[in-house]
């Protein structure tokens, strides 16, 4: 069995991290570059860092800020927020990142993940999906959760699978800054129909939510944020925690 991941996310705005409720209601959780050595330190197995912002102000990621978490780091490191071509992973491998997450800019031109697989290779693309459920449908949403598709999330992610991502990122919108738990159950349907790591996201809140995520909900990978950056939840602690629950893990 492959070793499940604990990943903190960094979600960026104007180059602070920022952590909501249901992605609205933001506020100030620190500096980034402290943030990402720290969870370095104390054995996180990967870092997300989102710039929330970009997508929406139509601006690319801050790629200065990725360099210098990069040269803080020792882990592979995630960057998502605006990125849309080619063009801009270059730019982004190049300041510092190991992958690269795309969301909108795949539901609009789903052929930039075949594109960009074929460029960088599978295992750098991360495709990221924000779902909500609406009337008993999973449906997938855009800009940062705000905008609503008609793409059904178990569709979608069969097919960013097909055309060459290397990795979900699934956040639940419903389950988002709750921490009342993962949506494990849409989670190991994608999970169990797919060939590639499924990332869980949205809803982690006490450390018996990450066993479940990774039992029932079959999730490779788990990304909480604010219980990592306030202190709720040390990873040494967590990780200690799933080894004695027989979970795989790094220590």
């Not at 903190?8 to 920022?18: A, F, N, Q, S, Y």
């Not at 730019?91 to 190991?98: V, W």
């Not at 990221?128 to 008993?136: L, M, S």
């Not at 999730?219 to 909480?224: G, T």
């Amino acid at each position: 069995m492959l070793t499940k991941r604990i990943i903190p996310c960094l979600d960026i705005k104007e180059g602070r991290t920022v952590k909501g409720v249901n992605f609205v209601e933001l506020r100030d959780a620190g500096d980034p570059v402290e943030l990402a050595k720290i969870y370095s330190d104390e054995g996180a197995d990967e870092l997300v860092f989102l710039d929330i912002t970009a997508t929406v102000d139509k601006r690319k990621t801050l790629a200065e800020l990725v360099t210098k978490v990069a040269k803080a780091i020792n882990i592979p490191f995630t960057v998502g927020g605006g990125i849309s071509t080619v063009e801009d992973v270059k730019f982004l491998l190049n300041a510092g990142a190991d992958k690269i997450s795309i969301n909108s800019a795949a539901v609009h031109n789903p052929q930039i993940i075949n594109e960009m697989a074929a460029e960088f290779g599978s295992q750098c693309i991360v495709v990221a999906i924000d779902t909500r459920n609406v009337d008993g449908i999973d449906f997938v949403h855009t800009h940062g959760g705000r905008q609503a598709t008609l793409l059904k999330t178990q569709e979608w992610a069969q097919e960013v699978c097909d055309r060459g991502a290397g990795e979900i990122l699934l956040t639940s919108m419903d389950h988002d800054g709750t921490k009342a738990g993962f949506s494990n159950e849409l989670l190991a349907e994608i999970s169990s129909a797919l060939s590639i790591p499924v990332i869980a996201s949205g809803g982690a809140g006490t450390m018996a939510h990450f066993k479940d995520v990774f039992t029932f909900g079959k999730a490779d990978a788990a990304l909480a944020a604010s219980i990592f950056h306030f202190k709720e939840i040390g990873i040494p602690k967590l990780k200690g925690f799933l080894s004695d629950s027989d979970i795989s893990i790094r220590k």
